[in-house]
Every structure is written in structure tokens, then in C-alpha cells.
């Protein structure tokens, strides 16, 4: 088969159905999306998008308990939202092998924060796979749907932005047979996850993954490759090609499987070398595992936890040549902005002219905290707005109308509860559903309110007006935020009179 | 390296690139930051190419990039800093302004180029628009940038023709390769004179 320009996305996707997936679901997040919706092109069995991760997870975890080799996919922030199945899923094991992927931003391309997933392995206990290039991205997927099956638990496959993003040459291989969903088992000691059944399963976890480090300790994935016994580097992802290239003659340990940590691996390693360096992307998780065993290591300088590595970063710290400092170009800068047309552009002219506080949220509308429009206050999490409108208009009794604004599939991910809340809690705050019909942001998903599925076939549609009144919000208005004059008379009537001094 | 505005198909012109190297049977990597891409923001593209073995990297050193190709003047300024002191610089003579550029903060076309000149050993410019235009579709500008690109990569005929072909939307081979064509014999017939 001749080789293909993949990225590693599109790697996953390639290898996942090498691995003959059988169910797949996500939520779209940047650098992650791209996978579910390559898989839907190569595959016929179910690719899904769910209203938010962790029912994308718990749908995975579903379909491996009927046997089916299943894989959930999302961005960094993703697996937090995910993470209450996960931590126990480890537990139960699987039918079918299930796959985790957990796409992380250093740098933040386009993200709220560059946390550092590969602490989801350690706390969860949950095995974890790192692919450095395309080639491992496929041959790492599908060799995590074995391990899942082999080992009875989720593996995690975790990427960054330039892994996810860049393209390099694949060797693809024959893609293989949909292995059938079957009747899931009646295996609740296995299965239901009461406390005297957790016990068991927690002990038998610590089993699984002592097995899993033989793997971890055995070479496959990580590997020691010789070179100049002078200079060792221990390092992974896209950070070990930084580094070959800053040193191409040293020695390397390069780290596939972060955990189980190959403790045995690292410290043959260590003692082969003279000089040990350990360089790894944002935060000090390989280092730290080497320093716990008492080995002595340089690393990276504190400056290099924020943003994404380079291959001058490297030489830095490999060599201790500081490159030059390349003075700022004098240019304008370029920032994104809301597109000519944008139906979220009116409601925030006038929010703003209503003097509105307006708490937020994550989507395009997050753009109108910068110039020209500066309205937006907050933006923490998603769905985080509705929660803070309502926590604000508890405690604060002024005159500025407390206003939520949140887009449509932000809603559904995770705006519903936040709105139960306000409604039994009686808030007396505004929530502004931005709906423009699609995932705008991370590029124009389609999601439960826009009438189609992930294929674009047609699909039932959430009437979101009628749900919040379903959850018993009193008034609903909806208006065409193109309609100025109507929708100014909307806000203006609606935001204030739900205050305690206008009621 | 290929720098621009969303919108201008950087990262189509990149794509074009890259396959065409893989073609040549070169090892290739690309990275591409598409963040913000739709929203009028930067846009910037890698390409690295090499004999089997010898790309690890999908970007390279600041200083190390030997073509800068810029689709845009004031992001090819942005870029300036990515070039080899004898890199070569392939620019389209555009100016998109920032859409909340103060006026005085942006320089205009000619001081924006004078400042690309007094930094870059060897540039070549292309009026990308204005070629695209002589072949009647300016969607195929960004063809027209990567066609004077391909005079200064040693990559055949064959490759370029393959990788046109198999990346612009079907329908539009044809006149993507007139546009790589335009492109192309510019810079080539620029490189004979200079000599
Ligand atoms: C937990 C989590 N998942 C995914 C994302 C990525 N993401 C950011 S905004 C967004 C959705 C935007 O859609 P919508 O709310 O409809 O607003 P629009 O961009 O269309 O205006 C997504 C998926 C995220 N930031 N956090």
C-alpha cells in the first residue's frame, strides 16, 4: 500500500478502523475534532457527536461493554468533563477494547488553559499511549484497542496540537473487519460498582497495571535507542523531535507509554549514560517520576512550563545555547474577529448599550470581549456563564442587569443544568441562548439542536425554547437577533424586569 | 515556511506543497495552526522536506526557514524573523489592514515592501491577484504564490501536476495549473534575467 500525508488526526481515524471500531463518539474541540469526522468517511458503523464528553464517554463505555471496540474522542478541558466515568471505568474493565483520546493545547492555539493531561494517566490510573508522529498515531491506536482488551481497561491516548495537526508519511495497513456488538454480559460484580464491589475491582486494577508494566518496561513503546553514551535524553511526543534534531548523535530514551512509568527502563537508561536529560512539554511529569527514583536529571528552566517547546528550546537546554532574542516585528497585530455578518455581533451592541454585566461563556461570542465591543466579562469554562450569572445575582443587589450569554451547542453541553438551577433557585439573572444553528468556534459541527447528525443526514432537533420552559423558566422570549429594533426591545424588557426593584 | 490571512488558502497552497514532495519521494512533514484561521486571524504553515530519515521536527528553528512564502505583506513581516540570513522570500504583493488597525500603526504597501527588502537577501515578488485574475479565477492567487515557489524547490513537473491536481477542488485542475503555471515562469524568467 503506497504511503499517505496524514495528520495525526487523521492517523487516529485510520488506525482506529485498522482496529475494526465499531462505535465512536465525541464533542468537537480543537486540536481533536478532526478525527470523528475522518472515522465517518472510512467507516460505516455509528461516529457520533454528543452533546457534550461525558456522554460521548459513557456511550463508548457502552458500546465496549457489548463487546464492540469502541473510542471516544475530545479536546484537553474535555476529559474533565469526562473524568467521573473514566476514573471508575478503569475499574470495571471492558468487553471491548475502548480508547480514550485526549488531544492537549500547549501553547493554547485555542484553548482557556494548557493543562497537561498526562495527569489523568497517574490519577486515574488509566494506561496511556503517546504517539511522536502520525505513523505512531495509527499504529498506537490500534494497538491501544488490543491492550484495552488484553489488560480489561480504557486505554488513553493522549496528543498535542502538533501531533494532532502536523502531517507526516503513513504506511497504512488493511483496515479491518467491524468486530460485532454482542449481548453485554450479566457481570455486576464486574459491572456495578457498589462500594464492596469497588474494593475487589480497585485491588484488581493495581493487578492489571502491574502487568501493564512489564509492557511499559518491555521496549515496545518506550524505547531506548543508543547513540553517544556522553548525552541521554529521556523524552516524549513531539518534544523527542525537537530533541533528536537539536542532538542527533545522543542517546535516547523515548517515552511512548508514560504510564505505567517504566521505572525498570529509566533506570537501565540512566546508568548507561554520563549525562541525563529529561525534556518533555509543559509541566514536570516524566521529571518527576525520574527524580522519585532517585536519579539525578537536568531539565528544562521554569520559564519553559508555559506554551510549546521548539527545537531552539531544545538546543537550550541541551546545549545551553540561549538563541537570540529576536526583537518583536513591528506589525499591527492581526486578531481574530467575529465574521462580517455574525448574528452574535447586535445582541452584544445591545447588551453593552443596556449597561449590561454580562458573564460568559466558550464560542465565537467569546471574540466580543475584545475592541471594538468589550462586553463580555467572564469566560471560565463552558457552561460556567449560566452558573455565574445566577451566583452573581444571588449576592449583588445594584442597578446593572446581570446577563448569561452562552451558544447553542454550549447550551446543550453544558448549559441545561446551570438553567434547572436558576429556575429552582429563583434567579433573578438573564440567560441569552447566542443560537446560530452550529459549533461555530471549532468549525461548524452539527450538534442536537441543528436537525442533522455528524454524516449531516437528517436527525431529530431539540426545540431549545421549549426545553427551557420545560425546565420551568417562566418567560421565553425568541427573537431574530438581525432584527435590531426587536431585538433591543426584547432585551431592554426582559433583562431588567426580572430584578428585584423592577419586578 | 507560508504565512497569511485566513481566507487566503495558505494552508490548500501548503497541502499542494507538501504532496508534492511526498510525490518527489521525499520524507515530508507539515504543521499548520488553523485556530483561528476562519476568523480572519494569522495563518501559519510548515513544510519540511528532506531525504528518509532526516525530518524529525514538523517546524523548524526560528532563523533556519529557507523560503518564506508570504501571501500577505504584514504578515510576511510578522515572519521576517523565521528567515535564514540567505533564505529567499516569495511574497504576494497584498496588503490586507487588521480590521482594528489604528491608520498610522499600519504601514502602507510601499513602505511595508521597502521593509521586506532591506531584510531579505532575495525576494521575489508576485502579483498574485493580479495573475490569477489573467486566468480567471482569482480563488487561484494562493496557486499562483505556490507556482513561483515550485521555481526554486527541486521538485519535478510530474510531482507539481500530481499534488495540483489531487488537493484544489475537482473542477478546478485545470485552471489551478494554469495559475501554478503563471506563477511558476514568472519567477523562472525573473531568475534567467537576474542572471
Ligand atoms: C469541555 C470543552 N469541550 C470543548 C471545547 C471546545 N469548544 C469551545 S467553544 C465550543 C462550542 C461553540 O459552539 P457554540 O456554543 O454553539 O457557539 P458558536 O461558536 O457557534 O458561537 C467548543 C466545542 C471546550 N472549550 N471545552
Not at chain 1, 93 to 122: K, M
Not at chain 1, 188 to 194: F, L, P, Q, T
Not at chain 2, 88 to 95: D, G, K, P, R, S
Not at chain 2, 134 to 155: D, E, K, Q, S, Y
Request: charged share 20%; net charge negative.
Amino acid at each position: 500500500m503506497a504511503q499517505l500525508l496524514l495528520s495525526g488526526n487523521e492517523a487516529i481515524a485510520r488506525g482506529a478502523c485498522q482496529a475494526g471500531v465499531g462505535f465512536a463518539a465525541g464533542y468537537p474541540g480543537t486540536p481533536s475534532s478532526e478525527i470523528l469526522q475522518t472515522l465517518s468517511a472510512l467507516t460505516q458503523v455509528p461516529i457520533e457527536w454528543a452533546p457534550n464528553e461525558k456522554t460521548a464517554l459513557e456511550a463508548a463505555v457502552g458500546a465496549a461493554l457489548a463487546g464492540a471496540r469502541a473510542l471516544a474522542t475530545m479536546k484537553h478541558v474535555g476529559l474533565n468533563v469526562a473524568a467521573d466515568p473514566l476514573f471508575t471505568a478503569v475499574y470495571t474493565g471492558v468487553e471491548g477494547g475502548l480508547v480514550i483520546v485526549t488531544a492537549d493545547d500547549p501553547g493554547l492555539h485555542s484553548s482557556q488553559n494548557e493543562q497537561d493531561n498526562r495527569h489523568y494517566a497517574f490519577a486515574a490510573k488509566a494506561p496511556m499511549l503517546e504517539p511522536a508522529d502520525s505513523q505512531e498515531g495509527l499504529e498506537f491506536t490500534q494497538r491501544a484497542f488490543e491492550l484495552s482488551e488484553q489488560f480489561d481497561i480504557p486505554v488513553l491516548l493522549r496528543t498535542t496540537t502538533r501531533i494532532s495537526h502536523s502531517k507526516a508519511l503513513v504506511q497504512p495497513g488493511p483496515i479491518a473487519p467491524v468486530q460485532p456488538g454482542r449481548e453485554p454480559p450479566e457481570n455486576r460484580a464486574k459491572y456495578v460498582m457498589i462500594p464492596a464491589n469497588a474494593r475487589v475491582r480497585h485491588r484488581d486494577l493495581l493487578d492489571r497495571l502491574a502487568s501493564l508494566t512489564e509492557i511499559s518496561d518491555s521496549g515496545e513503546f518506550n524505547r531506548i535507542e543508543p547513540g553517544d553514551a556522553s548525552l541521554g535524553i529521556i523524552a516524549s511526543g513531539v518534544a523527542y523531535q525537537y530533541a533528536r534534531e537539536a542532538a542527533p548523535q545522543a542517546s535516547f530514551l523515548k517515552i511512548g507509554m508514560p504510564f505505567p512509568f517504566p521505572a525498570e527502563l529509566v533506570r537501565e537508561f540512566a546508568g548507561s549514560v554520563d549525562r541525563l536529560v529529561v525534556f518533555e512539554e509543559l509541566d514536570r511529569v516524566l521529571e518527576a517520576q525520574v527524580r522519585a527514583l532517585g536519579l539525578d536529571c537536568e531539565a528544562k528552566p521554569d520559564e519553559m512550563l508555559v506554551g510549546e517547546l521548539s527545537p531552539q528550546a531544545a538546543a537550550q537546554v541541551i546545549h545551553g545555547v540561549r538563541p537570540p532574542e529576536a526583537p518583536a516585528p513591528d506589525v499591527p497585530p492581526r486578531p481574530p474577529i467575529m465574521c462580517a455578518g455574525c448574528p452574535h455581533r447586535p445582541v452584544f451592541y445591545i447588551l453593552k448599550k443596556l449597561k449590561c454585566y454580562v458573564t460568559g461563556d466558550i464560542g465565537c461570542y467569546t471574540l466580543s470581549t475584545l475592541p471594538p465591543l468589550e462586553t463580555l466579562q467572564t469566560c471560565l469554562c463552558m457552561g460556567a456563564g449560566v452558573g455565574q450569572a445566577h451566583g452573581i445575582s444571588q449576592v449583588y443587589d445594584g442597578d446593572r442587569p446581570i446577563v448569561a450569554v452562552i451558544g447553542d451547542s454550549t447550551f446543550i453541553h453544558s448549559g441545561i443544568t446551570g438553567l434547572v438551577n436558576m429556575a429552582y433557585n429563583q434567579s433573578t439573572a438573564t440567560v441569552v441562548i447566542l443560537d446560530n444553528r452550529t459549533t461555530a468556534m471549532t468549525g461548524g459541527q452539527n450538534h442536537p439542536a441543528t436537525g442533522r447528525n455528524l454524516r449531516g443526514e437528517p436527525a431529530p432537533e431539540l426545540d431549545l425554547a421549549a426545553l427551557c420552559r420545560a425546565v420551568g423558566v417562566k418567560r421565553v422570549r425568541v427573537v431574530d437577533s438581525y432584527d435590531l429594533t426587536q431585538l433591543e426591545e426584547v432585551l431592554w424588557r426582559n433583562v431588567f424586569s426580572s430584578m428585584p426593584k423592577h419586578a | 515556511m507560508l504565512v497569511g490571512v485566513g481566507g487566503q488558502g495558505v494552508l490548500t497552497a501548503s497541502e499542494i506543497i507538501a504532496q508534492a514532495c511526498r510525490h518527489e519521494g521525499y520524507d515530508v512533514k507539515k504543521s499548520e495552526v488553523h485556530g483561528m484561521a476562519q476568523r480572519g486571524g494569522s495563518v501559519i504553515s510548515h513544510v519540511r522536506y528532506a531525504e528518509a530519515g532526516r525530518v524529525h521536527a514538523p517546524v523548524p528553528a526560528q532563523g533556519q526557514v529557507d523560503i518564506l512564502v508570504g501571501f500577505e505583506l504584514l504578515e510576511t513581516l510578522r515572519a521576517l524573523g523565521w528567515l535564514k540570513v540567505e533564505g529567499t522570500a516569495v511574497v504576494n504583493m497584498l496588503l490586507v489592514t487588521p480590521p482594528l488597525a489604528a491608520g498610522g500603526a499600519v504601514p502602507n504597501r510601499d513602505e511595508a515592501v521597502a521593509r521586506i527588502r532591506q531584510h531579505v537577501q532575495r525576494l521575489v515578488s508576485v502579483k498574485g491577484e493580479e495573475l490569477a485574475h489573467r486566468v480567471g479565477n482569482i480563488r487561484t492567487a494562493n496557486t499562483t504564490v505556490v507556482g513561483a515557489t515550485a521555481a526554486l524547490m527541486p521538485v519535478s513537473v510530474d510531482s507539481w501536476q500530481q499534488a495540483v491536481a489531487e488537493v484544489v477542488p475537482s473542477g478546478t485542475g485545470q485552471i489551478n495549473w494554469q495559475a501554478f503555471e503563471l506563477g511558476r515562469d514568472m519567477t523562472l524568467n525573473r531568475e534567467a534575467n537576474s542572471k
